[in-house]
């Protein structure tokens, strides 16, 4: 049963079968099936991009995934790793999906940029274009066109105008026959089955041309139809149905051929591939001869005593010539289909690939030949099919001889040439000791495997290379959950996740997904002796697979059961050390290959790693922290007249502190307000930092001036020789009359927000940074704060972020100053502080000092 719909919203029925299944949901197998709707645009969108493949995938049920819905122009069994990827995966068709933009990527040197986790899988030459699909308001999934990185370039804009139409037929489509299906025409598009292939169209070519006669051996009599009539140039009215008449049609050099054919019939009882010309007169002009091929077995008329020729004439002016052709050239010659096995190959390849072609066709060549099971030589395949570019390549034969490899791929497979060759010398010799499995068209020396080789397992090995490249970014045990739960799920098609981690001798839940709610609190806590399977896996340290729950309830009798049908239980193990166990649910009844059991263990391996790696991070993280929260004020003085309020945000990268910090100091004239920023992210910024906030907090209590306290603190820290420099802004505000004195190094300028409103970056005369000359001057400007009114400082951490200038972050905190209500500080405080946490990775911490002045 198919599982790619559009599911009308609202409550679904249930009970009896019918033509949507009993649940509301339109599913493939019915009338009006999604790959109907999508398949003309699809192949619309390939040739308006001047494409030679496309995807589209769809959302699936649980809105985790997305999955490969339609292929063209590539084969699906080379995507199977991508049939299903994470919604929230590091890939070019999830965040076309998330955040619903086209995406252009025009060849692999910009895949490798923004997303190095899909080009470790498909390290090939090509560009994509991501298109998101929408239906009823809302993006459902993602069109992908692949293009030639070696064609002519083309600028994101022009992609966008050329794949809108594809696009906009979707979406009609889609909408057309979701309201087939509901009357009130709102609907979701879901799918969670295999992809559908699609043949991209192929260039008219002229029919082969089949005609039927039936020959009596002994009276020499021919019955012709129509068709083996016009193939002789014989008109029906004219031809007095003897084979006389035939002969005299057939070039007298092959006559011998046409008589041949009568002795075959009566010694073998067959004629298999006679090859004769006869006269062609179509052409008006000289006489030309057309080449014919006889087939044909020999049958018994109705007495028992006729011996009868039941034959096919077939026109040879085509396929059957060019393979003829092939034959007499001194090379080897193959053709691939597009999911790589072999449609053809000529006497030569035959005696250079040591394999009959018997043996060869509709198989695999790495498969059939030993000494070509290697991964490297698939993935040669791969390289010319998913970067539709000429691939060549050497390989020494066991014999010790070298052949040459020359694969010409199109959309619909691909031809290939092999011939001998001389020995590499200089650099091709040297990758001759060691095969290189990242092909790139041009020649490269690959050696064969001393010894049998399993068949490559190009996806499994993917998500074991996916899994380790995201696992590389996760920092805390959370992260490590959240990536594993985002690779595992999709990837495999599972249905629930649970990562449990021992501690104290007992087994504690990390993270789930999917489970239903409070199924798993009976097994938290339990002990390392309980007969459990998640226990087992990871006390005997051994993998366990279920394929349905008999075998479950069969080994763990009375075991609870939720709504999952299969299951996996991986212990994981890092470096000798029990770290936990990971389980997965699927939904169905799953048989589990050797591939795929060698690829779930090895990714609890690489959790298992990653889980020990984020939990001494965190330990430590949590230190740091606690250090860095020491260091800041716990809370701020009151002082009549103001309402002051301190944030701080650590930053999203790596476990070491910062050096941002705030204070609000009261003095003989009022009170101090302060910010700073040490340069840094380690434990001696920190202390730099503490040792700046009490040299502040000093001079300012003893009623310096502003100017002095920032002057005497630039020349405690430049004779710290702590090599570390910072920023800082101080602002001495009277509450009794609104005016202050402000002096900034080289920190950001402050906010004001105005009491009818408005906020304005304030243009504030500073100094170079503190530590960097002994004798620096800092002058200070005068301010005054009418009532209402509400200032803010920041470090530079608000508003910095990834690619983006900071006059940028600074308009952008300023209008968010402007224009939320100024009621709370509180509430004003938490709003700004968003803008900084909306940066998905934000490095630096940020310290932000609100006060209103009333």
């Given amino acids: ?101 086209p995406l252009w990527l025009p060849d692999e040197r910009v895949t490798m940029v923004r997303f190095p986790h899909f080009t470790a899988g498909l390290p090939y030459s090509f560009g994509s274009a991501h298109q998101p699909v929408r239906a009823g308001g809302e993006a459902v999934g993602v069109l992908v066109v692949l293009r030639s990185a070696a064609r002519s370039p083309m600028d994101a804009e022009a992609v966008d105008r050329a794949l809108r139409p ?53 009276s020499d009599r021919c019955t012709p139809d129509d068709e083996a009539l016009a193939l002789l140039g014989i008109a029906g009215a004219d031809f007095d149905g003897t084979m006389a008449a035939v002969e005299a049609r057939v070039s007298p050099e092959d006559l011998h051929e046409l008589r041949a054919s009568r002795q075959d019939a009566l010694t073998h009882g067959r004629v298999r591939s006679r090859h004769f010309r006869v006269r062609d007169e179509s052409g008006g002009g000289e006489i030309s001869y057309r080449p014919v091929e006889l087939w044909g077995r020999l049958v018994r008329g109705g007495t028992g005593s006729a011996r009868i020729l039941v034959g096919a004439l077939v026109d040879a002016a085509g396929g059957l010539t060019a393979a003829e052709a ?35 066709l509709g198989r695999y060549p790495w498969e059939v030949i030993t000494w070509l099971r290697d991964p490297a030589y698939e993935d040669r395949y791969r390289a010319a099919m998913l970067s539709q570019e000429q691939v060549s390549f050497l390989v020494r034969h066991p014999a010790g001889n070298w052949l040459s490899f020359v694969l010409y791929p199109d959309v619909h497979g691909l031809t290939g040439r092999v011939h001998p060759t001389v020995p590499p010398t200089g650099g091709e010799a040297a990758r001759e000791a060691g095969a290189s499995a990242g ?38 045990v959370q992260d490590v959950c ?38 798993l609190t009976q097994f938290e806590g339990v002990a390392l002796d309980t007969r459990l399977p998640g226990v087992h896996a990871l006390t005997t340290r051994l993998p366990l697979f279920f394929e349905s729950p008999e075998d479950l309830s069969t080994a763990y009798p009375g075991i609870a059961l939720d709504r999952m049908n299969a299951w996996s239980f991986l212990p994981l193990i890092a470096s000798g050390h029990s770290v936990g166990s990971c389980i997965l649910g699927w939904d169905a009844p799953h048989r589990f290959t050797a591939d795929e059991r060698s690829a779930l263990t090895a990714l609890g391996g690489l959790a298992a790693q990653a889980m020990e790696r984020a939990r001494l991070y965190d330990s430590e993280s949590a230190v740091a922290r606690g250090l860095q929260e020491g260091l800041l004020p716990h809370r701020l003085p009151a002082v009549e007249g103001l309402r002051t309020t301190g944030r701080y945000l650590p930053g999203t990268q790596g476990m070491a502190i910062g050096g941002d910090w705030y204070d609000v100091i009261t003095t003989g004239r009022g009170v101090a307000l302060v910010i700073g920023d040490v340069e840094g992210h380690s434990v001696g910024a920190a202390a730099v930092m503490g040792q700046l906030r009490s040299a502040v907090h000093a001079f300012a209590a003893s009623e310096r001036p502003p100017q002095e306290v920032i002057t005497h603190t630039n020349r405690l820290l430049t004779e710290l020789e702590s090599d570390a420099f910072a920023t800082c802004c101080y602002i001495e505000l009277d509450p009794r009359t609104g005016r202050a ?22 243009d504030l005369v500073g100094g170079v940074m503190l530590g960097v000359q002994p004798d620096s001057v800092y002058p200070v400007t005068a301010l005054t704060l009418a009532p209402g009114s509400v200032l803010a400082l920041y470090t530079d951490g608000l508003v910095e972020q990834p690619g983006s200038d900071i006059e940028t972050g600074i308009e952008e905190v300023r209008r968010a100053l402007a224009d939320t209500p100024a009621d709370s500080v509180e509430h004003l405080a938490d709003r700004l502080v968003r803008t900084a946490r909306r940066a998905p990775e934000r490095p630096d ?4 000092l609100l006060t209103a002045y009333r």
Avoid: K
């Fill in 1 to 101: 049963m198919d599982e790619a719909a559009a599911v009308p919203d609202g409550p679904r029925p249930s009970g009896g079968p019918g033509r949507d299944g009993g649940d509301g949901r339109v599913r493939t197998g019915d009338t009006g099936r999604i790959e109907d709707a999508l398949t003309a645009p699809l192949i619309a969108a390939v040739r308006d991009l001047g494409g030679y493949g496309g995807l589209v995938y769809l959302r699936s049920r649980d809105r985790r995934s997305l999955v490969l819905a339609l292929v063209t122009g590539v084969p699906r069994s080379l995507l199977r790793a991508w049939w299903r990827v994470p919604v929230g995966g590091a890939l070019p068709m999830a965040e076309a999906y998330r955040r619903d933009e």
């Fill in 166 to 218: 594809a696009g906009r037929d979707m979406e009609e489509r889609l909408g057309r026959l979701a309201a087939g299906r509901s009357g009130s025409g709102a609907y979701r598009v879901e799918h969670d089955d295999e992809p559908v292939s699609v043949r991209l169209p192929t260039a008219a070519v002229r029919p082969m041309r089949v005609g039927l006669l039936d020959w009596d051996l002994d």
């Fill in 326 to 360: 092939a034959e007499r050239l001194p090379d080897g010659l193959f053709s691939l289909d597009q999911d790589g096995r072999v449609t053809y190959g000529n006497r030569r390849c035959e005696e250079l690939l040591g394999a009959g072609r018997e043996e060869l």
């Fill in 439 to 476: 092909p790139v068209p041009g020649a490269a020396a690959v050696a064969p495997p001393p010894g049998p080789v399993a068949a490559a397992r190009a996806g499994a090995l993917y998500h074991v290379v996916q899994m380790a490249s995201v696992l590389t970014e996760a920092v805390t």
């Fill in 482 to 519: 959240r990536a594993v739960s985002e690779q595992l799920l999709p990837a495999f098609g599972a249905r629930e996740l649970a990562l449990y981690t021992v501690r104290e001798g007992r087994m504690y839940l990390q993270w789930e997904s999917g489970y239903p709610e409070g199924f």
């Fill in 741 to 762: 004195l402000a002096v900034r190094a080289g920190h950001p300028p402050p906010l004001l927000r105005h009491p009818d409103g408005r906020a304005e970056t304030l």
């Fill in 845 to 848: 911490d940020v310290a932000l």
